[in-house]
């Protein structure tokens, strides 16, 4: 469904990105983790065409799309999440699920990624705030949410415009135990309700053992190791290198 060959980014003579291979199937929940400075954000926006590779291939759906546009790229289905700070904080919940769907229809103000496309109805953005968990939030300013409660609402957001690969990058950061627990509970709900395959950045290793179906390990750029959890937490390099021995 997403892949990638010998995927690299070079930031002057630093490699942050080194002849990355990913192949994340259909259905799948992906799990991108390493230390800081691993690569992975870096990873997320040559993916996304957010910055420009400096070598290798992107593919989607089997299709290599290395140099389709970013903006192209959520109509046909791949969509990174929406960023909190993205939000339009004057504007209700629902109003926010539902401006992403009018900016489809009526052209960019600062959601140019979303040019044309479907438009969603109020019955539908409510469901996905039902999906979310905000149903009984629909109708308070975006401002007035918890810094959790924001988060699913960019999850809301990126759900509207009907991604078949969503790329959430921390979508737990920043949360406590209980609201992390919710947050992962909700995201795996929304992979089978929603048909999704999902690719998530996330540093907090007992919802990433739990939830992931593949964990890909980066270090220094380089995938150090791609496997189920309990292959994962069994892997010697990958102990040494991130795991902490
Ligand atoms: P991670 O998300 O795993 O913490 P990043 O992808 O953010 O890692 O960063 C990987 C490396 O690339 C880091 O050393 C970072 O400093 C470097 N880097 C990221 N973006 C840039 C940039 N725009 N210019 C120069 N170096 C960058």
């Given at each position: 469904?997403?892949?990638?060959?010998?995927?690299?980014?070079?930031?002057?003579?630093?490699?942050a990105?080194?002849?990355?291979?990913?192949?994340?199937?259909?259905?799948?929940?992906r799990?991108?983790?390493?230390?800081?400075?691993a690569?992975?954000?870096?990873?997320?926006?040559?993916?996304?065409n957010?910055?420009?590779?400096?070598?290798?291939?992107?593919?989607f759906?089997?299709?290599?799309?290395?140099?389709?546009?970013?903006?192209?790229?959520p109509?046909?289905?791949?969509?990174?999440?929406?960023?909190?700070?993205?939000?339009?904080e004057?504007?209700?919940?629902?109003?926010?699920v539902?401006?992403v769907?009018?900016?489809?229809?009526?052209?960019?103000f600062?959601?140019?990624?979303?040019?044309?496309?479907?438009?969603?109805?109020?019955?539908?953005?409510?469901?996905?705030?039902?999906?979310?968990?905000?149903?009984?939030?629909?109708?308070?300013?975006?401002?007035?949410?918890?810094?959790?409660?924001?988060?699913?609402?960019?999850?809301?957001?990126?759900?509207?415009?009907?991604?078949?690969?969503?790329?959430l990058?921390?979508?737990?950061?920043?949360?406590?135990?209980?609201?992390?627990?919710?947050?992962?509970?909700?995201?795996?709900?929304?992979?089978?309700?929603?048909?999704?395959?999902?690719?998530?950045?996330?540093?907090?290793?007992?919802?990433?053992?739990?939830?992931?179906?593949?964990?890909?390990?980066?270090?220094?750029?380089?995938?150090?190791?791609?496997?189920?959890?309990?292959?994962?937490?069994?892997?010697?390099?990958?102990q040494?290198?991130?795991?902490?021995?």
């Amino acid at each position: 469904m997403l892949g990638a060959r010998g995927l690299t980014k070079s930031f002057g003579g630093f490699v942050a990105v080194d002849g990355v291979d990913l192949a994340v199937q259909e259905g799948e929940l992906r799990s991108i983790i390493g230390p800081n400075g691993a690569g992975k954000t870096t990873l997320f926006n040559v993916l996304t065409n957010a910055l420009t590779p400096s070598g290798g291939q992107v593919y989607f759906g089997g299709e290599e799309i290395t140099d389709v546009p970013q903006h192209e790229r959520p109509h046909m289905g791949l969509v990174r999440s929406f960023q909190s700070n993205q939000l339009f904080e004057e504007q209700t919940v629902l109003e926010n699920v539902r401006i992403v769907a009018q900016t489809i229809e009526q052209g960019p103000f600062s959601f140019d990624l979303f040019r044309t496309g479907r438009r969603v109805a109020e019955e539908d953005a409510y469901e996905i705030l039902e999906r979310v968990g905000l149903a009984e939030q629909a109708h308070e300013s975006a401002a007035n949410l918890s810094h959790g409660d924001q988060r699913r609402l960019t999850i809301a957001m990126s759900l509207a415009t009907d991604p078949s690969v969503l790329l959430l990058d921390e979508p737990t950061s920043g949360m406590g135990p209980t609201e992390t627990e919710e947050t992962a509970a909700m995201i795996e709900s929304l992979q089978s309700e929603y048909d999704l395959t999902l690719v998530l950045i996330e540093h907090d290793m007992s919802i990433v053992l739990s939830m992931s179906d593949r964990i890909t390990v980066l270090n220094r750029g380089q995938v150090l190791a791609t496997g189920p959890p309990d292959e994962i937490q069994a892997n010697d390099a990958v102990q040494t290198a991130y795991l902490g021995g």
